[in-house]
């Protein structure tokens, strides 16, 4: 009787351990390997660069240093568990350029939080308008773009855009809120 209750008792702590332990993905998730990067990175810039032609705007080149600027966040973002454009120590997206060593100016910063793939992520910011007219603005000529992804699935994209013809910003001077 006593093996019985003890073998009922552990029955349940066994189950326990067989359960699945970390976060879990939403079936279909999209997954992304590192393999992937440059696939994922030059079909983005194309993707891009068909909606600048479409808009009559000029392409951008993909940018090491943009690049640089947005994993940066993306990885930052995913630490703070917060999708938005200030990281963890307090910088901008102007200061992130600037430690990325890129010469030109900001152009703009887009970022999101979503289990979607980049193109799906990209036809959100087109539809919203402020961020689809930054992703056109005339005045970008490079772009940067990274992500991170979760053990659950979950992206962080970031886009860079910088325009190299113009100055940086100039340290300690004000910049527009965002």
């Known amino acids: 009787m006593t093996r019985l209750l003890a073998a009922l008792l552990l029955c349940p702590a066994l189950l326990a ?3 699945p332990v970390g976060p879990q993905v939403p079936a279909g998730a999209y997954r992304i ?3 992937d990067v440059p696939e994922i990175q030059y079909r983005m810039l194309d993707s891009v660069n068909a909606l600048r032609a479409q808009a009559g705007v000029a392409p951008v080149t993909l940018d090491a240093r943009l690049t640089a600027a947005a994993q940066a966040h993306a990885t930052d973002m995913s630490r703070q568990r917060r999708a938005w454009p200030f ?3 307090g ?4 200061d992130r350029v ?3 060593g890129y010469g030109g100016a900001l152009v703009a910063e887009l970022y999101a939080q979503t ?3 980049e193109l799906d992520t990209l036809a959100a910011w087109v539809d919203d308008g402020a961020w689809g007219a930054e992703i056109l603005d005339p005045a970008a000529t490079d ?3 990274a992500w991170q992804q979760d ?9 860079v855009m910088g325009d190299r013809s113009a100055a940086g910003p100039v340290p300690g001077a004000e910049q527009p809120d965002f």
């Open 143 to 145: 772009m940067g773009f």
């Open 87 to 89: 990281g963890a120590d």
């Open 115 to 117: 289990f979607e793939t």
């Open 91 to 94: 910088t901008s997206p102007y």
């Open 151 to 159: 053990p659950s699935g979950l992206l962080w994209w970031v886009i």
């Open 17 to 19: 351990a067989c359960a």
């Open 98 to 100: 600037q430690r990325a």
């Open 33 to 35: 390997r590192s393999n």
